[in-house]
C-alpha cells in the first residue's frame, strides 16, 4: 500500500505544476484590467499606470508567474487587490463553508440514495423499483437553483419549520444540503441499483444463496463489497461536482460560502482571490482523486497488489 500511495504521490507533481500554470494564465486571458477596476473612473491614465506598476501587472507574465509560484511554495496567495486583506485565511474561511455544504450534500446522497439503489435492486420490477426510477428521473432533472427556491417556499415560507437563509444553528444546514444532496441522490441510486443487478447474476451470489445464507449477510458480505468501485467512482465525482456547484445553492440561501466569493471576485478583476480560490478547489480535487484511488485498493486488492 504504501509504494502505491507513493506513485500516486509522484504522479501528482506534474499535475500540480500543470495545474498552477493554468490557473495563473487564465485569468490573464480575461478582458478588463484589475487596475482600472481599483482606481475607479475618475484616475487619470498616469495613476491607473501606477497603479498597475505597485501590483506588477506590467512585468512579463513568466516573472509575475514565477513570482506567485514562489508565493505558493510559502503557503503565501498575497493580499486581495481590492480589500487588502490576505487572501488565505479569507479562502479558509470560506472554503471551510462550502466543505461544510458538500459533505452534508455527499453524505446524505450516499445514505439516501444508496438506499434507494439496495431496495430497487433487490426488488426489481416491483412498486418500489418504479417509484425510486420515477423520483431518480425527477432528481436529475430538477435544476439546483429552482429545486432550492421550492424547498425554501415549502419548509421556510409555507410550513416555517427551519430558516430560509443564512448560516447559523444546525437548522440553517437542513435546506442546502437537501438542495445539494437531493440532485446527487438521483446519480447514486441508479448507479447503486445497475451496480448490484450486475453482482446478482455472478455464480458466487447464486452459490451463497444456495448455500442458505440470509439476505442481509448475501447483500453486505458477498453484493455491496463487490459492487463498491462504481458506486466510490460516482461518489467521489458527485462530491467534485458538489464542490464546484454550490455556488447556485449558496446565492439561494445566502451562504458565505466559496463560491460566492469567487464570483464577487471574478467581477471586481481581484486576481489574486480567484486564482487562490480555483488552485484551492483543484488542489481539492486532486486529493479527492488520490482518495479514491486508496478506496480502490482497500476494496479491491486485486488494485492493490497491481
Not at 483543484?282 to 484511488?293: E, G, K, P, S, W
Amino acid at each position: 500500500m504504501s509504494r502505491f500511495l507513493a506513485r500516486r504521490l509522484l504522479a501528482l507533481v506534474p499535475v500540480l505544476v500543470g495545474v498552477s500554470i493554468v490557473v495563473f494564465l487564465i485569468l490573464h486571458l480575461v478582458p478588463g484590467d484589475p487596475a482600472e477596476v481599483i482606481a475607479g473612473t475618475g484616475t487619470t491614465g498616469e495613476g491607473i499606470e501606477a497603479i498597475r506598476h505597485q501590483l506588477g501587472l506590467d512585468r512579463p507574465l513568466a516573472e509575475q508567474y514565477f513570482k506567485w509560484a514562489g508565493r505558493l511554495l510559502r503557503a503565501d496567495l498575497g493580499r486581495s487587490l481590492v480589500t487588502q486583506q490576505a487572501v488565505l485565511p479569507q479562502l479558509l474561511y470560506r472554503f471551510g463553508n462550502t466543505l461544510k455544504l458538500a459533505v452534508g450534500g455527499m453524505a446524505f446522497a450516499l445514505l439516501v440514495g444508496g438506499a434507494w439503489g439496495i431496495v430497487a435492486a433487490v426488488h426489481r420490477g416491483s412498486m418500489w423499483d418504479h417509484i425510486f426510477t420515477v423520483i431518480a428521473l425527477a432528481g436529475v432533472s430538477m435544476p439546483i437553483f429552482w429545486l432550492g427556491l421550492l424547498l425554501m417556499l415549502v419548509f421556510a415560507v409555507q410550513l416555517q419549520l427551519v430558516p430560509a437563509t443564512g448560516m447559523g444553528g444546525p437548522a440553517t444546514f437542513v435546506l442546502p444540503v437537501a438542495t445539494l444532496g437531493l440532485n446527487a441522490t438521483a446519480l447514486v441510486s441508479r448507479i447503486a441499483r445497475s451496480s448490484l443487478l450486475e453482482v446478482l447474476q455472478q455464480p458466487y451470489v447464486r452459490t451463497a444463496w444456495a448455500k442458505g445464507l440470509s439476505q442481509p449477510r448475501v447483500l453486505w458480505r458477498h453484493m455491496l463489497s463487490n459492487a463498491a468501485i462504481p458506486i466510490i467512482t460516482v461518489g467521489a465525482l458527485q462530491f467534485g461536482y458538489l464542490l464546484g456547484g454550490a455556488v447556485l445553492t449558496e446565492t439561494v440561501f445566502v451562504w458565505p460560502g466559496l463560491g460566492r466569493l469567487l464570483v464577487d471576485a471574478i467581477m471586481q478583476r481581484d486576481y489574486p482571490v480567484v486564482q487562490g480560490g480555483i488552485l484551492l478547489v483543484a488542489l481539492t480535487l486532486i486529493a479527492l482523486n488520490v482518495a479514491t484511488d486508496l478506496l480502490y485498493a482497500l476494496v479491491d486488492p486485486r488494485i492493490r497488489y497491481q
